[in-house]
Each structure stands twice: as C-alpha cells, then as structure tokens.
C-alpha cells in the first residue's frame, strides 16, 4: 500500500534529495511536494488543482518557505480539526531553539534538523521511515485508500 | 435737644462776634469822620480862596480908584493908598497862588491877572505921572481912553472865572463827600445791624441752655422731691444716705420710726451709732462700709441700737453710691426690724424647707426649735417627734457641748469659734443606727435671743471614699517601699512625708531622721523651688509643669557628700492635699559615662578632621552638628555656613528621609537599616551644582541622642568611568550580537547552497563512479573534498563564534562530569585509537557546563589525534593556583609543538601540519581560548617537539566552597 | 548530560523492561517513572512531593491508568501551555483505531503499541531512543521555555 507523505519544501535541491533518500529507504512511499505554503494548504483542502489529492500520511514540513510561511502552514494545520490528527515533522536547516520550541507548542509532532552531511540526510530519512512510517501507528484514513 | 457746643463756648463765641462787629464798626465810623472833615476843609479852602480872590479884585479896584483920586485931586494921600494897594494886591495875589497850588486849571490865571494888573499900575502910573507933571486934564484924557477900564473889566472877569470855578470845584467835592458820607453811613448802619444780630443769636442759644438746665434742674429737683415722698412713705423700711465716712446726709420716716431719731436729730450725725457698743468698738461699722466699698452691696442680718437704748435685730442691707466715673460718693443704707416682720420668718421658714441638706434650728438650751424635711428624711424622724427634743437626740455629742456657755466663754463666743467650721459627728437615726455626719453652724439672731442653725450633711460617703483613699495610700506606700528606685514623697510645704527604703539607702539617712524634714536636706537646689506656687502659678501649675520630665539635679548624703541624680515627678492626691512623689535615681554611673562620651566626642572630633573623605554628622532631626574640612571643600561652603542647617541643603534626596523615624519604625531602626551600606544619591554644593556622592552611615551615639555619620565620596569620576565602561560594554554586547547574528546568518545561508553542492557532488560521486572517466573521477572527489570542507569551516566558524554568543552564565559545574561526558562523545576515537585516558579529582568549577564539554573534548581530542605511532596516553588534572582558582592540564605524549608556534597554535584556523596528515580545520584550539577567557582565564601550553605537550588552562572555582 | 524522559506506566514488568532498553542505548537517560495518572500529573505540574521534580524532554505515557486515565493525562499536558511542547509518545498496549485517532486528535506527538516480546519491545525502545533522543530536537532545559 502506498504510504502518502507531504513534503513541503521550496529547495528544489533539497527535494531531489529527499526523494532519492526515500527511494533509498522505502519504495511504498509516495513523496509529494508543494514548494510554498499556500500550496500545501490547497494540497491538504483539495482546493485547485489539488482536487483529488490523496490525504497524506505524513507531513515532512520545512519552516521557511515563501509566501507562506511553515510556521503558519503548521499553525493552520494543527488548528484544522479535519488536518490536525496527520502527524506533521518539521525537516528544516534552523535548529534555533526558538524554532524548536515554538514548532512544539504549536503541536508539530517532532522537529528534525536537517543534516549538513549527505551521508547524516539519508540516515535521518531512513529513521524518519523507520520510525514514523513502519513503526508509529498512523491514525487510518477516513476514506478507503 | 443736643447741643453740639457747651454753653460757654457759645457765650464766648457770641462775645467774640459782638466785639469784632463792634471794633469793624469803629473803623468804618472814623473812616467816615475822616471824610466829612476833609469835606469840611475843602469848603472853608474854597470860601478862603473866594475871599482873598475878592481881596485881590478889591485891592485893583482900591489901585484905581485911588490913582484916580490923585488924578482928581493931586492930594499925596491918594499916593499912598494907591500904593498900599498896589502891595496889598501884590499880597493878595500870592496868598491866591498859595490857595490854589494844587489847582492846575486855576493856576493858569494867575499870569493873566499878573499881566492885567502890571499893565493896569503901569496905566496908573503914567496917569500918575502925568498929573504930576502935565496936570489934570491930561491925565483925565489918559483915563478916558478906556484901557484902564477895559484891563479892570478883563481882570473882574477873570477873578470872576476864578470864583466860578472855585464854587464848581466846591459843589463837587461836597458831591462826592456827600456819597461817601452816605456809603459810609449804609456800611456802619449794616454792620450794626449785623453785631445786633449776632448778639441775639448769642442770646438766644445761651437763654435757651440755661433754660434747658433749669428744665433739668427743675425735673431733678421734682424727681427729688417724687422721692422724698416716696422715702417718707415708706414706714416700714428705714432708707437713708450717707456720706463715705458714714456720715448721715439723709433720712425716711421709715427710719424715724425704726430707729427711733427725728431726721434733725440725726442727720449729720454717723450711723454707727445704731451699732451696739460691742460692735463699735470692734470697728464693725467701719468694716461694712469697707465691705460694701469694695463689693457694692453688702447684706446682714445683726442687731441695732434704738434711740431709746433698746435693741432689735434687723435685715441691712449697704449699697456703695457711686458717679458716673465711678468715684464713691457715700452710701445708701436699706433696712428693717426683723422682729416686726412675719414675712421675713416665713421667708426663713421656706429657705430651711428648700435647703438640699437637713437643716435643724437649736436654741441655747439645745432643743431643737425647727427643722426641714430633709433632716426629717436624714434621721427618720417625724417633724414633731423632734420639735422641743434636745438636739442630743439625733447628734449625741458633740453638738449640744460646743454651744454651752461656760465660765470661759459666753454663748456668742462659744458660736463664734464654732461658726463655719464643718465639724465630724456622728449621727443618730429613729432606728438607732449611726451614721457620719459633717455640721456647718451658722447664727440666727430671734426675738428669743441667739439660735444656732445647723447644716447637717451625710457624710457616709465621703466617709467610705476616705477610707478607700486611706486604703489606696496604703497599697502606695507597698509599692513605693518595693520601687527600686529611690522614691520620696514631699508636701507643699517642702516636707518629706513618706520616703522608701531605697531612699535610706541612698541617702545614708534612718527614715525617722527624713520624714518631717525639709526635701531641702537632701536635694539642696533646685525641688522645693520648682513646686511652690508663686505669684505666678498655683501649686497645680507648678507641678503640671515638672510632671514627667527627667530633671537633673545634685542630691546630699547624710555625710555631706553630693551625687548627681535624675528625679521624676509624679503628683500624689491625698486627704493632706496635692502631694509630690519623686523618684530619685542616681546618676553617677550614667554622668561618668556622659563625662566619657564627651572626651570621645572630642577625639571623634579629631579624627573627623582628619578623615580624607567628606564628614558630616546629623541629628535626628535632619540638622548638621559637625562637618570635617573635607566636607567644606567637597561642597564649597564654609563650616558655619553648614552648622544647624538641614541637610537637606547639601543632600536634596535620599538621606534625611532614611533616618526618619516614624510610624513603622524608630529612628533606631531606621538607622540599623541603613549603616554601612553604600548608598548613592546627589548632593549639592553652595553655587548649585550637582554632583553624585556615595554614602557611608555610621551611628554615633552622643549625649544629644542618635546622630549619624555620614562619609560622603564624591563619585563623579566613578560614575563616569562606570557610564563609560556599561557604555563600552553595551556596544561590545551589540558588535557580539552582530557578530553572532553574522556568524549565524553566514553559516545558516552558506550552509544552504553549500549543502546542495557536497551532497550533489557526493550523489554524482556516488551514482557515476566508474561510469565516467577518472579524471571526471578525481574532478568529482576534489569538487566533493572541498565543498565538504567548506561544510566544516563554516560550522566550525559557527562554533567559534556561539563561543560567546550562546555562551550561556556561569554556573556551579562539575568539571568531573564535564570530563566523563567529554570521553563519551570522544568515544569513537578513543576506542579507535586504543588512546588510554587518565584523571586525577577535577574539581567544581564555575563554568557553561556545554562550553566545558566542549573544551575537554576538544583538548583530548586534540592529545589522542596528535600522535606518532602507539598507544596515546593522556592525563587530565587539576591544581588550586591561589585562593579560589585552578589549574587543568592536559598532558599528552603526542607528537609535541616548537615553541616557536606556541602563540599561533591558538589563532582561528591555524594549523602545523598539512591536511593530508591530520584533519581538522585548525580553529579547535582558538575554541578552546575563546572558552577559557569567556571563563575568565588563560590557557598556555608547555611542549617541547617530540616529548608530548602540556595544556594548561585556569579556571575560577565557586567561592562559597572552599 | 542528563536526559530526562517520563514514564508513565503502571505495570511494573513494563518499567523493567524499559529501563533496560534505555540503559543499554545511552546510559545519559534518566527514566523518571510514575505509576499512575494522578502522580504523572502532580510530576508534571511539580506539586507536593514533585516539587522538585525534573522537566522531561520526552513523555512515554500509557492509556491504561490507574486514578487517572492516560487520555486524560495527555488532554491536561496538552492543555497546558508550559507543558503542551514535550513531546509526549504514547506507548501502550492498544492498538485500537478509536484510541490511535483519539490520541492524536488530543494532539499526541506519536503512538505506538507496545510489542508483545521482548526483544521486539528492546528494540522499539531503542527506536524512540533513537528517534526522539538521538534525531529529535528538543528545547534545551525545558524549563527556561
């Protein structure tokens, strides 16, 4: 079964990466990814041309994005009573404590820093899959798959 | 009617008027006299000159005809009388002149008739001489041709002129004397009218006071006589006056009647007459007039004295007669016989029933003669169960004895000493009870002779309220006995009366030796004085005014020797009155130290001068009492410019308010609050100039109280340096901040494109080895190589820089398990290297536990990777360098440092060795400085090329262990 | 340094089991543990006897409490502002839709059941450890949040 993950990203680079880690780690999982905030709501809404989007199972959610900001996407998420059960996991280069704390009382279900090394990337996306997609209990979809 | 001037002013007035109108009256009338005459004087000149005019023409008219005479005649007689007229009329003319010098117009003539007559001689003489020599008829024919006659017409005609103008100029004048006359008539005739006016008016207003006088006389003497009759109506009452001696002026039929005298008998006459022989002698009626002088009415009921010898007792009344400026012009007296009066009886019987207190009347014989309810109430008796009963019944002694004429004393007498005094008895009720009773005797002179009446109060209370109070006094004499102090009791007159065994003590008296004697013996000086009343204050006075108050005094032993002493005073109601209770401490002890303290003072004064700082010294009320030379420099005052201000003037704000007592705390408290602790604030000097001063305060405890203290240093140069360095240290923290936020920015943006380049180089490495050529191999590991270790300078330039700009406080740390955490993140390369680490005891340290971690680790770190071949040993420990401080080395056999880099090796990004022999960005080490001088220390290192290096580093320990 | 993570659980076997698991992956962890609901709040909240109690950096919260339930626990952590950023695992037996969705609905960080063997539940331990101690990123000193 497909594991769907949103990732929120505007580094093009980054998402490549992140992609090729993925690949590397678990084939069932299909990356999506909006490159701005906006995006990613209408993503999560179905709005425009994300109409039939599927509900992610995952979000991967870095926080500085333009136009809108990840903060606010995560903010909007956990504040949507429809969103805010899809675990969200801030993947940002900030490890600014004032980052960190803000992310959790916003309610970001974990906050990873991303890693400067390749090598420490595709390990922190193994454990990432590792973790959260094989071991956590995800909440199911409401609709059928 | 008011009259706004007293009559002898207006008299006067009046007298004046007259006077003036009359003397204005006399000048206008000589005035007027003055005219007339010389109206009088102008006629008699006219008719003179008319008569010499007259004269003159006749004495021409005498030329002529005598001239012609001769003529006729040739007689010599007519010779001579022709001339004697020719003189006559020479005469004639001059006298003429003479008349009428001051007649300008008439003067004129006289030439004219000069000429008339010259010519009219010259003619008679020729005529003359013609007859004389020719003879008659030529002389005839000369006279004939008429010159002769026309110069005598011409001359008649101007003394005719003359004599015209002579009666015009007289008319005129008399007009004008005439119009004066009459002016001077009308002023005289107004002026007299005017002083007759006046002198009515005068007479008038005189007339009309005296007659306003006679009216009040006359309404005086009809008062006067009103009451006369009134007087001599009144029969029942003897009314007389008398004169301030006593000497009778008037008299009523009243008196006639009472006292028995006829007013001629008596008037004249001194009323102490009507006094009884006992009572004139003792100067009784002197004193009531004295009596009645000095209050103004005097009343009493005594006997008098009839003409006839007989005696009877009568109601007087005095009253002092005074004028309007209240000089005593004698006195009136109003009296009656009682005897005769019922009303009188009755009026006693009422005032008896009314009075508050039982009231009971006894008569020599002691029975009670009369009584009122109240003494009814008092003993329980019925009214007429006691009328008649001797007075013994109710007060059974006591009473009755006092009032017995004896061989000594008559019962007037016996009375006499009794009267007034308010005597203890006992009294005694129907029921037989007893109770205490307090009597006041007063005489009553009857028909039946001397009654005593006797005020009779219950005195039960007061009784018990005395023996309350004794019981009190005994209570107080308990406690002044155990009262550690000294206590003496004194009376008004300066008496001891009670003293305590303390007082013995101190005084070195027995107590029989004390009581009764003056308080003088012992405080020579300065107590009774303070308790008399004087002229000044009464004894309440006196004493309120010492109550309470510590008073120093000097006290004397009973062998001579003084002490000093603090008494207080307390007043003490007793039955003797208001006593004074002192409490007597000795001060000895306490002047001697007072003595003490003043020789410190002196010596604290010495080295206030000396002290370097500023000294001021304050009293609790805020006012400077001394100041150091110091002090007058620091705020450019002279010293008795400062002494008894406030400080205030010197310091606006912050001092005086802290040594304040109130409410919630005594000035000593304030004080304690505020001694030794530095205290900044502004102070001021003389020309107004503000400058901050920090203050030290110390107590000084003085004779005066409490003072403060104070060192005040002038911070001004303190304050600025500190304004510079917290400047300094702000624009430090801001260039640290931007530094940081350079350092974070730098690292973060670079970070990010540098990460895309080391990874997609990795991934190209990665997915192309092999499929592309080696030298596409050996481009791609460079471009990988060097984007990596771009990655690492930049973070290692991050780390570096959170040096300080994460650095966090300094806390109490264990470097011991700094270390332990060090070698678990250096895990990797420890096992790798086989490295065998050792440590001695590592103290606690005051450190950023992260940034000690991190120096370890860099330091082990450093000693394990610098090695030749072999197992790296490394020995960290730590020395106590001093006090509060430690030394860390880290000992190492590594490869070991030239000296010569012994300075670079501490620089960012300094390495000795080419990257293919050890990695590293070469900054580890300048991290490790940056830390330790964050710690506040330094760190150095010993080494010598191959025997190993020594890093040592300092670093201060927590000072509360030791 | 210290990591300071709060078991809650009741089952004492369980509190064993973790603590081994724990100890073997990094001795730095601190397992502070309460046995029901009612002492994880008082812990929390640093009442009574907790008064000194540490700040967790990771919460393992159990549902089935006794006292106080483990859903309950986790509605007052999320609902209060100075403890709703810990990151709060739920570990427990159940792996009931109702309760997974529950959970994350009230905003739980992650949920995960516990396994039935040891070796299993060692190694989901050292996941987490993993995971959240090693990967995560934290608020240092949670306090001075």
């Not at chain 2, 023409?57 to 005598?66: A, D, K, P, R, V």
């Not at chain 2, 104070?710 to 001004?716: E, G, L, V």
Request: proline share 3%.
């Amino acid at each position: 079964m497909a594991i769907e993950v949103l990732l929120v990203e505007d580094s093009p680079g980054d998402v490549r990466l992140t992609q090729e880690a993925f690949r590397g780690a678990n084939t069932s999982v299909h990356l999506h990814v909006a490159s701005d905030g906006v995006d990613a709501m209408a993503f999560l809404r179905h709005e425009g041309s994300h109409g039939s989007a599927p509900r992610p199972d995952l979000i991967l959610l870095d926080l500085n994005l333009p136009k809108m900001d990840g903060r606010e996407v995560l903010a909007k998420i956990k504040g949507d009573d429809n969103l805010k059960t899809i675990p969200t996991v801030i993947l940002t280069t900030s490890d600014a404590e004032v980052d960190i704390v803000k992310s959790y009382q916003l309610q970001a279900n974990c906050y990873l820093s991303k890693p400067v090394q390749l090598d420490e990337f595709e390990t922190l996306v193994k454990s990432i899959n590792d973790f959260w997609l094989t071991k956590v209990k995800l909440p199911q979809q409401k609709s059928c798959a | 009617m008011k009259n706004k001037f007293p009559l002898d002013r207006k008299i006067k007035l009046a007298f004046g008027s007259a006077i003036l109108t009359l003397l204005v009256v006399g000048v206008i009338s000589h005035h007027a006299m003055a005219v007339s005459s010389e109206s009088d004087r102008w006629v008699r000149h006219t008719h003179e000159v008319l008569e010499h005019l007259e004269d003159l023409l006749g004495s021409m008219q005498g030329l002529e005809s005598s001239a012609r005479g001769f003529v006729l005649t040739g007689k010599e007689s007519y010779l001579e009388t022709y001339r004697a007229s020719i003189s006559r009329s020479e005469q004639e003319k001059t006298i003429v002149a003479n008349l009428i010098v001051d007649n300008p117009t008439q003067q004129r003539e006289i030439p004219i008739l000069e000429r008339l007559a010259a010519r009219k001689i010259q003619l008679a003489d020729t005529v003359i001489t013609l007859r004389k020599t020719t003879g008659l008829e030529a002389a005839v024919d000369a006279i004939q041709n008429g010159e002769g006659q026309r110069i005598m017409e011409d001359y008649r005609e101007v003394i005719r002129e003359m004599e015209d103008e002579e009666q015009r100029l007289l008319v005129l004048r008399d007009a004008n004397a005439k119009r004066r006359l009459d002016q001077t008539r009308g002023v005289l005739i107004l002026g007299t009218l005017l002083g007759l006016f006046v002198a009515v008016a005068a007479g008038w207003t005189v007339q009309r006071d005296s007659s306003q006088r006679l009216f009040a006389e006359e309404s005086l003497r009809e008062s006067e006589e009103r009451y006369r009759m009134l007087l001599d109506g009144v029969e029942d009452y003897a009314i007389y006056v008398m004169d301030p001696q006593g000497q009778i002026l008037s008299w009523n039929a009243g008196a006639e009647r009472i006292k028995g005298y006829s007013a001629e008998e008596i008037i004249g006459h001194n009323f102490s007459c009507f006094f009884p022989p006992e009572d004139i002698e003792r100067g009784r009626p002197e004193e009531v007039l004295r009596i009645t002088a000095a209050s103004g009415r005097h009343e009493e009921q005594s006997m008098r004295v009839r003409k006839d010898g007989s005696q009877f007792l009568a109601s007087v009344t005095f009253t002092a007669l005074r004028d309007s400026a209240g000089n005593l012009r004698g006195f009136s007296e109003f009296s009656h016989d009682l005897s005769e009066s019922e009303e009188s009886g009755a009026k006693y019987r009422g005032l008896l029933e009314a009075a508050p207190d039982a009231m009971v009347v006894v008569n020599q014989a002691g029975e009670i003669v009369l009584l009122n309810v109240q003494a009814e109430k008092q003993f329980g008796y019925r009214r007429d169960e006691l009328v008649g009963q001797k007075v013994k019944n109710i007060i059974p002694e006591g009473f009755a004895e006092r009032l017995i004429a004896d061989e000594t004393r008559t019962a007037a007498e016996a009375l006499a000493q009794q009267i007034g005094t308010g005597i203890e008895l006992i009294g005694r009720r129907k029921d037989g009870s007893d109770f205490p009773i307090e009597i006041m005797l007063s005489p009553l002179e009857s028909a039946e002779g001397i009654l005593v009446t006797a005020a009779i109060r219950n005195i039960s209370v007061r009784k018990e309220a005395e023996k309350h109070l004794a019981q009190m006094e005994g209570r107080y004499r308990g406690l002044l006995e155990a009262a550690p102090d000294a206590m003496v009791v004194v009376n008004q007159g300066g008496e001891i009366v009670l003293l305590n065994v303390q007082a013995e003590k101190k005084f070195g008296y027995h107590r029989d030796e004390l009581v009764g004697q003056k308080l003088k013996n012992i405080i020579p000086e300065g107590f009774a004085e303070r308790l008399i009343a004087d002229a000044l204050r009464s004894d309440e006075d006196a004493l309120a005014q010492q109550i309470g108050t510590g008073i120093e005094l000097i006290g004397r032993r009973k062998d001579g020797s003084d002490f000093p002493i603090e008494i207080m005073l307390s007043p003490l109601e007793s039955a003797e009155g208001v006593l004074v209770t002192a409490a007597i401490r000795d001060i000895s002890v306490r002047k001697e130290a007072e003595k003490h303290l003043a020789q410190m003072e002196g010596r604290y004064r010495g080295l206030l001068e000396a002290a370097p700082d500023a000294m001021v010294v304050v009293n609790q009320g805020g006012e400077i009492v001394l100041l150091n030379v110091q002090a007058e420099k620091q705020f450019g005052y002279r010293r008795d410019e400062l002494l008894g201000q406030k400080v205030k003037n010197i310091i606006p704000e912050g001092f005086a308010e802290r040594l304040v007592a109130d409410a919630l705390r005594s000035v000593e408290d304030a004080l304690a609050q505020q001694i030794g602790t530095g205290i900044e604030l502004t102070a001021r000097r003389k020309d107004g100039s503000e400058f901050p001063i920090e203050l030290m305060l110390s107590p000084l405890k003085s004779s005066e109280g409490t003072l403060v203290t104070a060192a005040i240093r002038d911070i001004a140069t303190r304050k600025k340096a500190e304004a510079n360095l917290l400047q300094k240290v702000e624009e430090l923290n801001r260039s640290n901040e931007e530094l940081g936020q350079f350092a974070y920015i730098a690292s973060h943006d670079l970070q990010e494109p540098l990460r895309m380049v080391a990874s997609y180089t990795q991934l190209l490495s990665r997915r192309y080895k092999g499929k592309l050529d080696s030298d596409a191999d050996e481009f791609i590991s460079f471009a990988v190589d060097g984007a990596s270790r771009m990655q690492r300078l930049i973070q290692d330039l991050l780390a570096y820089s959170r040096v300080g700009t994460k650095g966090r406080e300094l806390l109490d740390t264990s470097s011991e398990e700094a270390f332990q955490q060090a070698l678990i993140n250096l895990r990797g390369s420890v096992q790798q290297s086989g490295a065998l680490v050792t440590h001695d005891p590592l103290p606690a340290v005051l450190a950023d536990e992260t940034q000690l971690i991190q120096l370890f680790q860099n330091l082990v770190g450093n000693a394990i990777k610098y090695q030749k071949s072999g197992i790296p040993r490394v020995h960290v420990s730590a020395a106590r360098n001093g006090g509060n401080k430690w030394t860390f080395s880290v000992q190492d056999n590594g490869l070991g440092i030239d000296p010569l880099y012994f300075e670079r090796i501490f620089g960012m990004f300094q390495r000795l060795h080419k990257r293919e022999e050890f990695e590293g960005t070469g900054i580890g080490l300048a991290i490790c400085k940056k830390i330790v001088e964050r710690h506040g220390g330094n760190i150095s290192v010993e080494s010598q090329p191959g025997q190993g290096s020594t890093f040592r580093f300092l670093l201060a320990g927590n000072e509360k262990k030791s | 340094m210290i990591i300071e993570v709060l078991l809650v659980e009741d089952s004492y076997g369980d509190v064993r089991l973790t603590r081994e698991a724990f100890r073997d992956a990094n001795q730095s962890v601190h397992l502070n543990v309460a046995s029901d609901g009612v002492e994880a709040t008082a812990f929390l909240k640093r009442f009574g006897a907790h008064v000194h109690a540490p700040r967790p950096e990771l919460i393992l919260l159990d549902l089935n409490l006794p006292k106080m339930d483990g859903r309950e626990v986790l509605a007052q952590i999320k609902n209060d502002d100075s403890l709703k950023a810990i990151p709060t695992v739920i570990l427990t037996t159940s792996d009931a839709e109702a309760d997974i969705l529950k959970t994350y609905r009230l905003q739980a960080n992650c949920y995960l059941t516990k396994p039935a063997q040891w070796d299993a539940f060692e190694s989901m331990v050292k996941s987490i450890h993993d995971f959240w101690l090693t990967k995560g990123k934290f608020a240092q000193q949670g306090s001075r949040v």
